[in-house]
């Protein structure tokens, strides 16, 4: 017995031994890997990997991007996938939605019985990755609203240092995280390219559409620009103002929990019915996809579900 626990003994403490080296060998790599970002954000934009400013294209092949090239709409898709930073194309981005729309026709086929359900459900589906790619933009644009106040911050104090604005662009595009850094980086290399403060600026509030903080920034280093100021005030004084917002957005956010679940909860509730009837008595609902009448009745309820959302979501809401 003592034997046999003694065995025990000796390998929990090799499994000890090597849990905390392949721990501390990716905290190492952790580190390492960010210090490889860091450097790539602005090294050769001839390197393997490094892409500052992206390449705009619709497909990767250059017969589709010819023929995608035709449709204006797809200019805007291909300026959404830019905003949200996405490493897909158009085509790409296409291809997803034809794929959901006819895997969930025939998904819909099989549980409603009938057409107009499956052609619902599948128009629903084709339309999920626009609006990932929305989400996914809007949550960038979050993410450098939150990083905006340090990288300021870091600006201001490289100013002081005597650096130049531009070379503090630069300063954040390596010490900064994503995706404030990639914004600072593709602004300064812009400015490498031959482009002015003013338009590379401007660009980069184009790439962040909706982003009062940034566009804030943008217009009172370029007012600084041009009558002249301490800009280290400036900077101070706007950051400051950010970081105070984020403590009254934070404030407002744990007051307004509990209508935001209620929000939740009102609005999955109809899914929840619905998939709890489709589990015991599937037959119930079937007029409501096989009839003319059950179609106006399940678009109708939809048309108010997201009129609803619509009215709690703006009571909830504070402009600023």
């Given at each position: ?176 995280p994503p995706p404030v850094a990639v ?138």
């Open positions: 017995m003592s034997k046999l626990i003694l065995v025990l003994l000796i390998v929990g403490a090799l499994a000890l031994a090597e849990t905390v080296y392949y721990v501390a060998r990716y905290l190492g790599e952790r580190r390492g890997d960010e210090l490889k970002r860091r450097l790539r954000t602005l090294g050769d934009a001839g390197s393997p990997g490094v892409q500052i400013l992206r390449r705009r294209s619709l497909a990767r092949s250059a017969f589709l991007n010819d023929i995608l090239a035709g449709f204006p709409a797809m200019e805007r898709v291909e300026r959404l996938i830019d905003q949200a930073d996405l490493d897909v194309t158009v085509a790409q981005l296409g291809a997803w939605s034809i794929a959901l729309f006819f895997g969930s026709l025939l998904v819909g086929a099989v549980l409603f019985r009938g057409l107009s359900g499956a052609l619902l459900l599948a128009g629903l589906a084709a339309v999920a990755p626009i609006f990932y790619a929305r989400n996914a933009r809007d949550k960038r644009a979050r993410v450098i609203s939150e990083q905006l106040p340090d990288a300021l911050e870091m600006m201001s104090r490289a100013i002081r240092a005597g650096h130049a604005l531009t070379s503090s662009f630069k300063l954040i595009a390596t010490e900064c914004e600072f980086a593709k602004a300064y290399e812009q400015q490498n390219l031959g482009l002015s403060f003013e338009t590379a600026v401007l660009n980069m509030c184009e790439r962040v559409p909706k982003n009062l903080d940034l566009r804030l920034f943008a217009v009172s280093v370029m007012i600084q620009r041009e009558t002249g100021g301490n800009l280290v005030e400036v900077l101070d004084n706007i950051s400051r103002t950010m970081r105070e917002r984020f403590k009254f957005y934070s404030k407002l956010r744990a007051l307004t929990a509990e209508s935001r679940m209620s929000a939740w909860i009102l609005g999955g509730l109809p899914f929840v019915v619905v998939a709890a009837i489709l589990a015991t008595n599937p037959d119930y609902l079937s007029d409501l996809v096989t009839t003319h009448l059950g179609v106006m009745i399940l678009l109708g309820g939809a048309t108010m579900w997201l009129l609803g959302i619509v009215v709690i979501m703006s009571l909830l809401k504070v402009d600023y």
